[in-house]
Nanobody, 127 residues
């Protein structure tokens, strides 16, 4: 059973840092892309960053230069390091994978590429 479990969220002051973790199980993470998405109250879910199985990364404009995504295949974990956080980064952050389902295949860092999702972790940036 494919599972993704996020952790590392919390309350942080503007300008602070957090590192989120996405621990995976039930599939060979090495072969699949992992994406990070976020959803703020009253807003649609949006992409943040993605990392392909070959290590290629993608960042949205809001994440570029502040966030870093990396993967540790041995630990079956993907991380999202976030620096210089801003109040507008406040959201529930979720990770997702295209995983072992032929209906899903990573073509771009968009939600439609992913069929398996974690429950999310809350990030609140506030003074």
């Amino acid at each position: 059973q494919v599972q993704l479990v996020e952790s590392g969220g919390g309350l942080v002051q503007p300008g602070g840092s957090l590192t989120l973790s996405c621990v995976t199980s039930g599939f060979a993470m090495d072969y699949y892309a992992i994406g990070w998405f976020r959803q703020a109250p009253g807003k649609e879910r949006e992409a943040v960053s993605c990392i392909r199985s070959n290590g290629e990364t993608y960042y949205t404009d809001s994440a570029q230069g502040r966030f870093t995504v990396f993967r540790d295949n041995a630990k079956k974990t993907v991380y999202l390091e976030m620096k210089n956080l801003k109040p507008e980064d406040t959201a529930v952050y979720s990770c997702a994978t295209d995983g072992p389902d032929p209906r899903y295949y990573y073509t771009a860092c968009v939600a439609d590429s992913f069929g398996f999702w974690g429950q999310g972790t809350q990030v609140t940036v506030s003074s």
